[in-house]
């Protein structure tokens, strides 16, 4: 058969079919291969950060970590800053990391907010995310800066694998005010957020509460300052003239004596550095004093503490290395010592 005459026209048009077979289909064939293999509960796994097992835990990089031991399920949670999880049975091997929250972006927080220090507590039955959410197209103020809104958060979830979702009011927190870092404590039956207010702001950044409703879906009055990144004799500015006005990561607990401390970081100079406060009151009301000298060595902060399944107490904060330019956060363990009234940090710990 004699081949048809095409118009040019015509002819473009079949080159433009070729293309696409040549080149669009594939690529749109190995996206719905894709979508067929991601997780059957629907969540996606971080860009660049596939889903991996058996991955040992020298070998996560994770900023501010936070384990959640789980006896229902026997599972070691943990999460920290970009809103991902990793599950562990034994802390040695650890599958993720998969995304786990569900942000509402017709929110303040808008679509992609960025997701900071993130802790997981179990209370009432239920599991929360308790996160900061920073969305940089809002600009709040400018006093030392540019500052983006940044604000505490709490997400829900009926598993402690997730999927952790919006509740209640979409502001915990002021919209003038950058916060960030924010933490769990429970005082005489009374839920309450316990956050920095960040120096960028104030130029002395503080740690404060603030009373959540009973479900944790809000926040009820205004949050009361309990110190300032000032009071610490430890922490040291880039001169060394005085101390540091950055307050990081608290974490509360009590000493088996029930004494009530905080863990919170700060920097001596350029070097990343914990400390411990303690309650003279045994109340988040203090007064706080904070302890001479700090309790991690140099460069590991933003930590915290639970209990392994053998009972033994261990704290894991991350590294703060500086490679090249760009810092380098690793998860590290600690073991610790609770007995008395004073928090002692024993040895390093590998699970």
């Not at 942000?103 to 993130?118: C, E, F, K, L, N």
């Amino acid at each position: 058969m004699k081949r048809p005459h095409l118009s040019a026209a015509a002819l473009q048009a079949v080159r433009a079919s070729k293309r696409f077979v040549q080149h669009t289909l594939p690529t749109a064939l190995s996206l719905i291969g894709f979508l067929l293999l991601l997780p059957a509960d629907g969540t996606a796994q971080r860009r660049g950060n596939a889903y991996r097992t058996g991955v040992p835990y020298e070998e996560i990089r994770l900023s501010d970590p936070c384990i959640l031991a789980d006896s229902a399920t026997h599972t070691y949670y943990m999460t920290g800053t970009g809103g991902v999880m990793w599950t562990s049975k034994n802390l040695q091997t650890w599958d993720g990391p998969r995304n786990v929250i569900e942000i509402d972006t017709a929110s303040w927080m808008g679509r992609r907010p960025q997701v900071w220090a993130a802790e997981l507590h179990q209370y009432n039955g239920k599991y929360y995310y308790f996160a900061t959410f920073t969305n940089n197209a809002i600009v709040i103020d400018s006093i030392h800066g540019r500052i983006p809104r940044r604000a505490c958060h709490v997400l829900v979830s009926d598993r402690p694998d997730g999927p952790y979702r919006p509740m209640g009011q979409p502001v915990y927190l002021p919209a003038f005010k950058p916060t960030l870092d924010g933490t769990f404590w429970v005082e005489d039956g009374v839920p309450y957020m316990v956050y920095c207010h960040e120096w960028l702001q104030n130029g002395n950044g503080t740690i404060e509460k603030i009373r959540l409703t009973d479900s944790l879906d809000g926040t009820i009055g205004t949050g009361q300052v309990l110190f300032r990144a000032s009071d610490s004799p430890w922490s040291r500015n880039d001169e060394g003239t005085g101390p540091n006005v950055v307050t990081d990561g608290p974490w509360l607990f009590r000493t088996q004596t029930g004494r009530l401390g905080m863990l919170w970081t700060s920097w001596v100079g350029k070097v990343y550095t914990m400390g411990v406060a303690y309650s003279k009151s045994g109340t988040l009301d203090g007064p706080w004093v904070q302890e001479p000298k700090p309790i991690t060595p140099p460069n590991y902060g933003h930590g915290m503490m639970f209990h392994d399944w053998r009972g033994r107490l261990l704290l894991v904060a991350h590294s703060h290395d500086d490679s090249s330019g760009h810092y380098v956060r690793i998860p590290h363990f600690f073991l610790m010592d609770d007995e008395g009234d004073q928090l002692k940090m024993l040895a390093n710990f590998k699970p």
